[in-house]
Structures are given as structure tokens and as C-alpha cells.
């Protein structure tokens, strides 16, 4: 059931199609729901006032007659009931061919009701039929009135029947006693109310066909215009893929044809686009790798020769002493650049592969933090490791992890504080868990700007451009950091806040292949954190 809901969920999110038709449904809907409504009550309300014009006209013209018979009934009658009985019976019998039900109520029929002695009635009526507001209305006046009420009958095996009706009363009084009786008109609504059923069930079944047409004409409508669309997302898609050679077919002249074209058009500009930038890829890694390679025979011829000045440089005069230093300087950071660069070109071409054991990251660090200790107490620099007492291991290529942990103890060197206002440390903090390794290297140092984050693993980038490498670094380090740790299935992230420090994050499955959902360590640090949350309280 719950999957029935998810797969109806994602349909009902996904077609555009379904919601226009559902959407046109619902408000054609209610437009009929509401014409209909309005129709039924114009036309209930038009039978009704032409079926009570008609009743009560009946009504007048009966008692007007039945006031003429009393007025020929010579004065010597007494005996009321008999007189009562004359006057009501043809009535009743012209009330049977006509359609309506007649009651004469007694003399006391005002306060005791119709079932006292003397009332006169249609055989099988029954005279609870007339309603008590309308006995209690002849009661205290004897104008004409009328109002409608439910009629029931009693059939001759004692069903009892009942239907809607209108009842009308008109008041007349008998010579005989001189009391006032009254006549009620009871007049049957049940042809009324099988016209309205018929009106009802008409109006249903036209308004249901008329939603059925519109939601098949939406359809329609909506499916010319949704099929291209959904031609070109599954174009869109293949050319996301990669399938440049893909194209939307293109039929008629209309918006739709025009939108197509023009989408081919993109498609074929991209894809010429896509291949002279593949070219030019291609050929920039080209020249990268071979003039890598090609700089390397030189490079050694002017190493050897650097060498030699360099032993022999006691022998030199101060400045030209000073010349070889810097000499064997530059060549040991022109060594190293195309190192970095025969790297960048590897995974750039996709060439660079994994030698896969068990590292355990708490040695890593200390490695690291022992073979940069010369530059970092050159600096003025406190390396500090956190490691736990247990291993934290990782399915990785050692060599890799080593340089990537290298690169970002240095950087942090590079920038860590000055050592006068005490900031000059930097901590490497190491941790593990069941799924992930982690190793994070925080300075207190200039920090970074706001966005700045997301460019420091961009080649060559410098927060500040005048500033110096003093580490000897080329640019490259944290962009190969970067791609190593790409080639890992990992995460490198980067804190930073300006005059507060930064922090460089890597994080490694334990198991090479697996997805990473979380780290060990915080990206944000704690110190960070706990004055974020003071100066916020």
C-alpha cells in the first residue's frame, strides 16, 4: 500500500500531464456543480409557484362554489351533520377524479383537531396529514391559507403511503348551526417531484458526459504539447550522457516544431563546442606532459652543474656563494613543480591508479609531522598531533595519503600566526569509526574569506597574490590533494575565518568503494565553535 502511494506520489509530481487534466477536472467540476445547483433551485422553485397558483385557485373556485350550495339550502335544515355530509361528498368524489383529497373538519376541529366528531374526509386519508400550524392558523382567522406538508394515506391492507403535497384551507359556515367549518384542499406534489428526479438525473448525466469530454479534450490538448516535451527531456538526457549525436525529430512549422529546431541547433553548437574544447584538453595536456617530460634531461644537466657550484661554494666570494644557494634553491622548487605537473597530467589523462593495503592514519600523521618539524621550528611553528591510542584505519594508497596529509601540514605552516601573539601552532587531530577515517589540520592563522573555501583546491590560487610562498610549495599541492583524494572515494573540506584560522579535513571510507555519509571529525572546530556561541548568547 505504501509503495501503491509513493509510485502515485512520484507519477502525480512528475506528469504535468495528469495535474493539467486533474486541475481541468476539479474547476469544470465545480462550474457544472454550481450551474446545476443554480438550475435545479430555478427550476424546484418554478414548479412549486406555478403548482401553488394552480392549487389555490382550485381551492377558491371549490369553496366559492360550496358557499353558493349553502346559500340554496332552504332555511328549514337543522341538522348539521347531514348538511355537512351533502357539502363535503361531492367534493370528495371531485377531488378523486381530479387528483386531490378533501377534509371537512367538524365543529371543534379548530381546538381539538380534525379527529373530533363531525369531520368529513377522503375514504383512506389521514387527517394528520393537515398540518397543526394550519389548524391553529383557522383557529384565531378564517382568511384562506395555505402550506406544504407530507400526505399520507392508509391503503386497504393497511400500508401506509406518504408523498409530498400542499395543503390549502378555506373556511365556510353552515346555515344549519351557523359555526364556521373549514375545508382543506390537500393536492398531491408527486408529480413535481418525479419532474425535478427527471431534471436531476438529466442534469447528472449531462454534466458527468461534459466532464468526460473535457477531460478527454485536455488530454488531447495537453498531450500534443507534452509529447515533444518529453522527446527533447529524453533528447536532453542522452546528450547529458554523453551521446552528443542525438537530435529531437522535428515535424510541422508550429511553436513546438520551432522549439525543437532551435534545440537542435543548441545541441549541435554544444556538441561542436564540447569537441574543439576536448581538443584543446587534450592537446594542453599533451604539451603539460611532454614539456614535463621533455624539461626533465635539462633540468638534470643544470642540477649537476648546480651541484657543483653549490659544494664548491665556500670557495666563492659572499655574493656569489649567495648566488649558488639560491640557485640549488630554485632548482629543488623547479624539481618539484614538474613533478607536480607529470601528476596533474596523470589525472588529467585519467592515469592515475591506486596501490591499495591498510593505512593506519595516527602513524601517518606523525610521519608527516616529524619530517616538517625543521620547517615548522624554521617558522617559529608548534606541531601538535590528537591521535587516539587505537589504530585508525583506512583501505588506501599510503604513499597518496602521506602526501596529501604533507601538503596540508605545510600549508597550514605556510599561514599559521605569528609567533608573538601566540598563535604560532598548528594541531593535526586524527579520528575513526566503524565506517570512516579522518584526519583534520588546523592553524590559527589569517583564515579565509567568506567563498574562499571553495577555491583554495583551485591550481594556483592565492588568497593574497603578494603573499609569499616561504614553504617553497607550487601551487599544485592541494589541487593534487584534491584529485588524490577524489581517487580515494573521500572528502578534503576546507573552515576558514578571516583572522581565526582554518581547517583542512580529509576523510577516507575504511573500505575502499563504500560511500562516506559522515566524518569523524567536525569540519567547524570546537574553539570555533564554543566562541560562535558566545558571542551569539
Not at 454534466?207 to 500534443?224: D, F, K, N, P, S
Not at 591508479?353 to 600523521?365: F, G, P, R
Request: hydrophobic share 45%; with cysteine.
Amino acid at each position: 500500500m505504501g509503495s501503491t502511494v509513493r509510485r502515485g506520489l512520484t507519477f502525480w509530481r512528475r506528469s504535468i500531464q495528469a495535474r493539467v487534466v486533474a486541475s481541468t477536472l476539479v474547476l469544470s467540476a465545480v462550474v457544472v456543480s454550481v450551474v446545476g445547483w443554480f438550475l435545479l433551485q430555478q427550476t424546484r422553485e418554478g414548479l412549486l409557484e406555478n403548482r401553488v397558483d394552480a392549487v389555490v385557485a382550485e381551492a377558491d373556485n371549490e369553496a366559492a362554489e360550496a358557499v353558493e350550495r349553502l346559500v340554496a339550502v332552504p332555511g328549514t335544515e337543522t341538522d348539521a351533520s347531514t348538511q355537512a355530509s351533502e357539502l363535503a361528498i361531492p367534493i370528495i368524489a371531485r377531488g378523486q377524479t381530479r387528483g386531490f383529497d378533501v377534509v371537512l373538519g367538524g365543529a371543534e376541529s379548530g381546538g381539538g383537531g380534525l379527529e373530533s366528531a363531525g369531520s368529513v374526509y377522503t375514504p383512506g386519508l389521514d387527517t394528520a396529514s393537515v398540518p397543526r400550524s394550519l389548524l391553529d392558523h383557522f383557529a384565531q382567522s378564517s382568511e384562506t391559507a395555505w402550506t406544504y406538508a407530507p400526505i399520507r394515506t392508509v391503503a386497504e391492507d393497511g400500508s401506509v403511503s406518504t408523498e409530498p403535497g400542499i395543503v390549502v384551507g378555506a373556511q365556510v359556515r353552515l346555515p344549519s348551526d351557523g359555526q364556521a367549518r373549514t375545508l382543506y384542499f390537500l393536492f398531491s406534489l408527486e408529480e413535481e417531484r418525479e419532474t425535478l428526479a427527471l431534471v436531476t438525473r438529466a442534469l447528472l448525466t449531462a454534466g458527468g458526459l461534459l466532464l468526460v469530454l473535457v477531460a478527454g479534450m485536455t488530454w488531447l490538448v495537453t498531450r500534443q504539447v507534452v509529447t515533444p516535451i518529453r522527446a527533447a527531456r529524453r533528447v536532453a538526457e542522452r546528450l547529458a550522457a554523453g551521446r552528443l549525436q542525438e537530435r529531437v525529430k522535428v515535424s510541422g512549422e508550429d511553436d513546438l516544431a520551432r522549439l525543437a529546431l532551435s534545440f537542435n541547433q543548441m545541441a549541435s553548437n554544444l556538441q561542436r563546442q564540447i569537441r574543439q574544447l576536448e581538443e584543446l584538453s587534450r592537446v594542453q595536456r599533451r604539451f603539460v606532459a611532454d614539456v614535463s617530460h621533455e624539461l626533465r634531461t635539462p633540468l638534470t644537466t643544470v642540477r649537476m652543474a648546480g651541484d657543483v657550484l653549490y659544494d664548491a661554494r665556500d670557495d666563492f666570494d659572499p655574493a656569489t656563494a649567495r648566488a649558488a644557494e639560491l640557485l640549488q634553491t630554485e632548482l629543488d622548487r623547479f624539481e618539484r613543480l614538474l613533478v607536480d605537473l607529470l601528476e596533474i597530467s596523470r589525472f588529467d589523462a585519467g592515469a592515475a591508479v591506486l596501490e591499495l593495503e591498510d593505512v593506519n592514519l595516527v602513524d601517518v600523521a606523525h610521519r608527516v609531522v616529524e619530517g616538517t618539524r625543521p620547517l615548522a621550528e624554521q617558522r617559529g611553528v608548534t606541531l601538535v598531533v590528537r591521535a587516539p591510542a587505537r589504530p585508525c584505519l583506512a583501505e588506501a594508497d599510503v604513499r597518496r595519503v602521506e602526501r596529501i596529509v604533507r601538503n596540508l601540514v605545510t600549508n597550514a605552516i605556510d599561514h599559521a600566526g605569528p609567533p608573538e601573539r601566540g598563535r604560532s601552532r598548528v594541531v593535526v587531530h586524527v579520528a575513526g569509526d566503524d565506517h570512516a577515517a579522518a584526519i583534520a589540520v588546523r592553524d590559527y592563522g589569517v583564515g579565509l574569506a567568506p567563498g574562499e573555501s571553495a577555491l583554495v583546491f583551485n591550481r594556483f590560487w592565492r588568497a593574497d597574490p603578494a603573499r609569499a610562498r616561504t614553504s617553497g610549495g607550487t601551487g599544485l599541492g592541494l589541487s593534487i590533494s584534491l584529485e588524490d583524494t577524489h581517487l580515494h572515494g573521500g572528502w578534503l573540506q576546507a573552515w576558514g575565518r578571516p583572522d581565526e584560522g582554518a581547517q583542512f579535513r580529509l576523510t577516507l571510507p575504511r573500505r575502499a568503494g563504500t560511500p562516506l555519509r559522515q566524518s569523524p571529525l567536525p569540519l567547524v572546530p570546537a574553539d570555533a565553535r564554543e566562541r560562535l556561541a558566545g558571542a551569539t548568547s
